[in-house]
């Protein structure tokens, strides 16, 4: 089997584009920025998918709503584990 290198998770987009919108890769420098996105996609399942059309395209749009619901909750667990984790430091 040829492995290949468009295979991805696509939570992972969803990810990034729900970070941007809410400006927060403003507000973390890159090092907290990387522990906070794999807070986040450790709470969600993995989606691997070759194309991300195909996904956009077969998705329906109840699963495409629990998916972005899920992603949003998943953020705002980790932005609540950052804050607590700032308090803890000295």
């Given at each position: 089997m040829?492995?290949?290198?468009?295979?991805?998770?696509?939570?992972?987009?969803?990810?990034?584009d729900h970070i941007?919108?809410?400006?927060l890769d403003a507000v973390y420098d890159d090092d907290v920025m990387a522990d906070f996105c794999c807070t986040v996609l450790n709470q969600l399942p993995a989606r691997y998918i070759r194309y991300d059309v195909d996904m956009e395209f077969y998705l329906p749009q109840s699963e495409r709503v629990e998916m972005e619901a899920a992603v949003e909750k998943a953020i705002d667990v980790a932005v609540a584990e950052v804050a607590?984790?700032?308090k803890?430091?000295?």
């Open positions: 040829k492995l290949h290198d468009d295979i991805h998770n696509y939570y992972e987009k969803l990810v990034v941007v919108s809410r400006k607590k984790k700032k803890l430091q000295p």
